[in-house]
């Protein structure tokens, strides 16, 4: 039941979410089997018996270097712990999110909608990977195409962050909708189950995680109700982070100054937007004043430069 | 950086081969460096010199022009990124790729250095010209880099013109960049890439393009027309005017010692200057050419003769009135009535696409260079603001900036070299 999805060739983007499924975080499909289990330790599995890249794909992962391909492998491993991790919180989180929403308890459906979405900013590249499920759990109303149905967490966004003349969803509506993002995000962690990753995969992801905050999370369109996109914005940070200390032996062996530059980029990044931190989450993207957004979109620039040679450091 | 032309050609020796062309091309000589700037061995001006290019230099076609906000507090990363951006410029003005390794010729997972866009292009005589404003020597009253002692006095913070409607984000700034070429892809590249080299110490804090020049910078060149229809920069100080450049335009030595590396330099007055178009188009040609002072045909001023003809402010028409009104552009903008003073103009037409209004947001990007604007900009602009019919009622300011353009760079040094030593 894998295959079709990494048919990427074929899939039409749509939309800004769908646009980016053809680099994601890019799995190689686990077309091959299964039930492989990533745990934490070890790579068990991964890397040297692994399917080849997708068609036209040229392979980043080749090395000569055996302790590279073995740090690199590792990384994958160890990565892909990390994404089981983030889905099975990001499922459980559903579940309870689903549950206040359709039971119309609005103000915990609320409060649970920000922090539970973080567990799926953190891992967006490989969830986008999927064609299909990144647009039925992620589209904003702005990417919908004319006639298409709109399921997804924004769809709930807007009900729940209501712009004045909004006509509310009926309790029933609220239902179907719920039981739909709890059935995606389900089928979600079933497909991720199956992928394999590798350490360009990786690099890619790390960029395209800041890519995310530049064009999505440091403008604000990316949660136009609840405007909580400092929360998406900690999640991207988080996962492209996360990528980068796992490819860190890899990076240090082969750019140990490229290394450096990003702890301190990141660290100047995590510090600005540490200034908006209000209780458990963050401030609101409207509080933000012009200055303190071009702060941060500066720090973010600074980042997205190092961070777009960090596959071409570890790959080479 | 890239050795290799984006047209293919080698330039390892052509570094100076170009270099001398593109003096002969631009050498002040009278003849028309602008039909000699036609093939590919001579569409490159020199980079390297006592000044910077792009001030005398055949006011080339088109500009993009973009003012950046150091990010960074740290003076060795400043110092880098300027030595970064001479060594980009060197290469870009030559008509090569940036970076070791260009465009197209890195590694597959890496992203390209150069952005590519001007693969295929000639340097179509690009300058770069590189300047600093007030805000990188002290911001709020903290000195910036070690230099707080070394802000040239003439670098002052502009004042408050009548009728300015200045927006923050198309003013100041605490670097410049001018890019212009006769090609607006070349030129947008540069500003690109510079901005690119940029990110961590910098971010783009407003950037202009220009569309058309309006300003002659030599005598080989046309007067071209400003978006009123009227040539503009008729009197403008020329390259061939030494004299006229070192009395006006270029800062002399025996300054203050902690000025001296603004020697030979120069001061660039950025404005924005947006035009009522719509509503100039609607005056009548009499009233036009009285507001301006010459005829909207050949450009002569209105007490006869021709072009260049010099204006006779005393010249009265049967009705005893001067012919050329006391409150028209050319006799208040005139150095006979500025205390003699001149500037050299290198402004370019600029439209941001549309108002909301249903207008165009056009007009003028006013740039002009010259030794002081204390007293060779700032009385004369607000001459202008205050009796030019023409600024009160058909122009708005809504940008602007005023920067220190150290001079040139000798091979191996960094533009502004001087203000980091001694």
Redesign the interface.
């Known amino acids: 039941m894998n295959a079709p999805y990494f048919d990427r060739q074929s899939r039409a983007p749509r939309g800004p979410a769908a646009r980016s499924i053809t680099s994601a975080l890019g799995l190689v499909a686990g077309a091959v089997l299964l039930p492989l289990v990533l745990t934490s330790c070890a790579g068990a599995g991964v890397g040297a018996g692994a399917p080849a890249s997708p068609a036209g794909s040229p392979a980043g992962n080749v090395s000569g270097d055996a302790t590279l391909q073995k740090l690199n492998d590792t990384a994958a491993a160890k990565y892909s712990a990390y994404v089981e991790d983030q889905v099975d919180q990001l499922v459980a989180g559903t579940k309870a999110f689903a549950a206040a929403f359709a039971d119309g308890n609005a103000a915990t459906a609320r409060s649970l909608y920000a922090p539970t979405r973080m567990h799926w900013e953190r891992i967006e590249p490989v969830a986008e990977a999927f064609g299909d499920l990144d647009p039925k759990l992620d589209l904003r109303q702005a990417d919908l195409a004319p006639g298409e149905q709109w399921t997804g967490w924004h769809r709930a966004e807007k009900d729940l962050f209501a712009p004045a003349g909004y006509q509310p969803m009926t309790t029933s509506e609220r239902a179907v909708l719920a039981k739909q993002l709890v059935a995606d995000t389900e089928d979600l962690r079933r497909r991720t189950r199956t992928v394999t990753l590798t350490a360009d995969k990786l690099g890619n992801g790390a960029k395209e995680l800041l890519d995310e905050v530049a064009t999505g999370k440091v403008t604000g369109e990316e949660e136009t109700w609840s405007h909580t996109d400092l929360w998406d914005f900690q999640a991207n940070v988080d996962g492209a982070r996360t990528a980068f200390e796992i490819l860190r032996p890899a990076l240090q062996q082969n750019n140990a100054g490229l290394a450096t530059e990003l702890d301190s980029k990141f660290a100047a990044l995590q510090t600005e937007l540490k200034k908006h931190a209000k209780g458990d989450g963050f401030a609101y993207y409207g509080e933000l004043t012009p200055v303190q957004v071009q702060k941060l979109a500066a720090l973010v620039d600074a980042l997205g430069e190092p961070l777009s040679r960090l596959t071409s450091a570890v790959v080479q | 950086m890239s050795q290799v032309s984006r047209r293919g050609l080698l330039s390892l020796a052509g570094a100076g081969g170009v270099g001398a062309a593109a003096g002969l091309a631009a050498g002040f000589l009278g003849h028309d460096a602008v039909a000699e700037a036609a093939g590919p061995a001579n569409d490159t001006v020199a980079f390297y010199g006592d000044r910077q290019s792009g001030i005398t230099t055949p006011a080339q076609d088109r500009l993009h022009m973009a003012a950046f906000?150091v990010?960074t507090e740290d003076r060795a990363e400043l110092i880098q990124l300027l030595k970064d951006w001479t060594e980009a410029a060197a290469a870009l003005t030559a008509g090569r790729e940036t970076g070791s390794t260009g465009a197209v010729g890195?590694?597959?997972?890496?992203?390209p250095e150069d952005t590519g866009e001007a693969l295929g292009l000639n340097a179509a005589r690009l300058t770069l010209t590189f300047g600093f404003g007030p805000t990188l020597f002290e911001k709020d009253g903290t000195g910036r880099f070690g230099l707080a002692g070394r802000r040239p006095e003439a670098l002052i913070d502009l004042p408050h013109f009548p009728g300015d409607g200045l927006q923050e984000q198309r003013t100041g700034g605490d670097l410049v960049v001018q890019a212009c070429s006769d090609d607006p892809q070349v030129a947008v590249h540069a500003i690109r890439n510079l901005a690119?080299i940029g990110?961590?110490?910098t971010?783009v804090r407003w950037s202009q393009l220009g569309f058309g020049r309006t300003s002659s910078t030599s005598r080989s060149q046309q007067t071209p027309r400003n978006l009123f229809g009227f040539k503009d920069g008729t009197s403008n100080v020329k390259a061939e005017d030494a004299g006229l450049l070192d009395a006006h335009v270029w800062v002399p030595g025996g300054g203050k010692a902690t000025e001296a590396w603004m020697e030979g330099g120069s001061y660039l007055v950025a404005r924005r200057i947006r035009m009522h178009i719509e509503i100039w188009d609607r005056t009548s040609l009499r009233e036009q050419e009285s507001l301006i002072g010459r005829t909207k045909a050949e450009g002569a001023p209105l007490s006869g003769g021709t072009e260049f003809t010099a204006p006779d402010f005393d010249a009265k028409g049967p009705d005893q009135e001067t012919l050329i009104a006391r409150d028209s552009h050319v006799r208040v903008a005139h150095p006979s009535h500025n205390n003699g003073v001149r500037m050299l103009r290198r402004g370019y037409n600029f439209t941001d696409g549309s108002d909301g209004l249903g207008h165009l947001d056009a007009g003028l990007f006013f740039i002009a260079f010259v030794k002081d604007p204390r007293t060779h900009y700032v009385p004369m602009q607000l001459a202008m603001a205050r009796q030019d019919t023409l600024s009160v009622e058909y122009l708005q300011h809504t940008g602007s900036g005023l920067f220190a353009v150290p001079p040139g760079v000798r091979p191996g040094g960094f533009f502004g070299e001087g203000l980091f030593t001694a």
Do not use: H, M, V, Y
């Open positions: 906000d990010i890195g590694p597959a997972d890496a992203p690119r990110f961590g110490k971010r």
